[in-house]
């Protein structure tokens, strides 16, 4: 053997030895450092906190999510949107959520003095979707732009409880995917499948209340405030009047008297009821008419937060209007 193929081979021992060195080092770190990425990642997923102001908003939002993150939602199931306190709790959890999605003005108006001082990132539905009376600001998630509204009634004549039209609730369900893809790029393919998952669902619901009302005739429907004209409208069904516009204020003693009179024509009418809500003066109203009562909450209180719990909240909405039917 010569002294150069000596050289060689020695060569070609220490290249093979430095070889090995790198493999059993990457595989070592992939021991010891994957691991401890994955469990970055998984953390890191775990930290989103999505914070709806109600609880039918919160459904929505679940869904889209899918299990990524928490799906949080502010204000107790019985309270009552249209004028709240925040708790200093409630306050916090604001504070610390990565996404906050609300209605907007025409609902939740106790918000805007509360979020014109907050740093939290939020997405007003109404302006997203450029609803009621709402202007429109680009982007769709805004900081600041608020204005001052009257804390005790709906912005003109505006109903603000759009997730009780499945057409908007589609709206809404992209609008928070697109917002939460464009904040985590990684997720992005989760949430859109999510999306199509709860789409493909949301048209399969829709059809079987179609089917529902498929060939009933509907007696004259009076509901206690304005918050059905979304789903009434969607399923061509009619609200022959309110008891009062909004549920925190009494209304006054000429619009029931003209209430009363305008029912007494009717042999029989439905009369929609909320859980949330009393009204005592309500049977004084209906006297000498044969009525239907039926209860609707439209606040989805006693609905399981699931990915499913949207589609179980229509449904019941559905269910109490259908006994509006002949």
């Given at each position: 053997?010569?002294?150069?193929?000596?050289?060689?081979?020695?060569?070609?021992?220490?290249?093979?030895?430095?070889?090995i060195t790198?493999?059993l080092?990457?595989?070592?770190?992939?021991?010891?450092?994957?691991?401890?990425?994955?469990?970055?990642?998984?953390?890191?997923?775990?930290?989103?906190t999505?914070?709806?102001?109600?609880?039918?908003?919160?459904l929505?939002?679940?869904?889209?999510?899918?299990?990524?993150?928490?799906?949080?939602?502010?204000?107790?199931?019985?309270?009552?949107?249209?004028?709240?306190?925040?708790?200093?709790?409630?306050?916090?959890?604001?504070?610390?959520?990565?996404?906050?999605?609300?209605?907007?003005?025409?609902?939740?108006?106790?918000?805007?003095?509360?979020l014109?001082?907050?740093?939290?990132?939020?997405?007003?539905?109404t302006?997203?979707?450029?609803?009621g009376?709402?202007?429109?600001v680009?982007?769709?998630?805004h900081?600041?732009?608020?204005?001052?509204?009257?804390?005790?009634?709906?912005?003109?004549?505006?109903?603000?409880?759009?997730w009780?039209?499945?057409?908007?609730?589609?709206?809404?369900?992209?609008?928070?995917?697109?917002?939460?893809?464009?904040?985590?790029?990684?997720?992005?393919?989760?949430?859109?499948?999510?999306?199509?998952?709860?789409?493909?669902?949301?048209?399969?619901?829709?059809?079987?209340?179609?089917?529902?009302?498929?060939?009933?005739?509907?007696?004259?429907?009076?509901?206690?405030?304005?918050?059905?004209?979304?789903?009434?409208?969607?399923?061509?069904?009619?609200?022959?009047?309110?008891?009062?516009?909004?549920?925190?204020?009494r209304?006054g003693?000429?619009?029931?008297?003209?209430?009363?009179?305008?029912?007494?024509?009717n042999?029989?009418?439905?009369?929609v009821?909320?859980?949330?809500?009393?009204?005592?003066?309500?049977d004084?109203?209906?006297?000498?008419?044969?009525?239907?009562?039926?209860?609707?909450?439209?606040?989805?209180?006693?609905?399981?937060?699931?990915?499913?719990?949207?589609?179980e909240?229509?449904?019941?909405?559905?269910?109490?209007?259908?006994?509006?039917?002949l």
């Amino acid at each position: 053997m010569t002294k150069h193929s000596t050289f060689r081979r020695i060569a070609n021992i220490k290249a093979l030895f430095i070889c090995i060195t790198r493999r059993l080092a990457f595989a070592l770190l992939g021991v010891f450092v994957t691991p401890a990425i994955v469990n970055a990642e998984k953390s890191s997923i775990a930290d989103i906190t999505v914070v709806s102001s109600i609880k039918p908003i919160q459904l929505i939002s679940t869904a889209v999510m899918g299990g990524v993150g928490q799906s949080k939602v502010l204000l107790p199931p019985s309270a009552n949107p249209h004028n709240y306190q925040l708790r200093p709790s409630q306050r916090a959890l604001l504070s610390k959520a990565d996404l906050f999605v609300w209605v907007g003005p025409e609902l939740e108006l106790f918000l805007v003095k509360v979020l014109g001082s907050s740093s939290v990132n939020e997405l007003s539905l109404t302006n997203a979707l450029k609803l009621g009376n709402a202007e429109p600001v680009e982007p769709s998630l805004h900081q600041h732009h608020h204005e001052e509204h009257d804390e005790h009634s709906h912005r003109g004549s505006f109903d603000p409880h759009i997730w009780l039209n499945p057409a908007l609730t589609k709206q809404i369900a992209t609008t928070i995917a697109e917002q939460l893809s464009a904040q985590y790029p990684a997720l992005a393919s989760q949430f859109q499948l999510n999306l199509e998952q709860f789409i493909k669902q949301l048209k399969i619901t829709e059809s079987e209340i179609t089917q529902l009302f498929s060939g009933s005739k509907q007696v004259a429907i009076y509901t206690f405030h304005e918050a059905f004209t979304h789903f009434s409208d969607h399923y061509g069904m009619k609200i022959d009047g309110t008891i009062t516009k909004t549920p925190e204020s009494r209304p006054g003693a000429k619009h029931l008297s003209e209430l009363a009179k305008e029912i007494a024509q009717n042999k029989k009418i439905c009369l929609v009821k909320e859980p949330n809500f009393k009204a005592p003066y309500v049977d004084s109203l209906t006297r000498g008419t044969e009525v239907i009562v039926t209860i609707a909450d439209p606040l989805a209180t006693n609905i399981d937060n699931s990915a499913t719990g949207y589609f179980e909240f229509i449904t019941s909405i559905a269910k109490s209007f259908h006994k509006c039917t002949l």
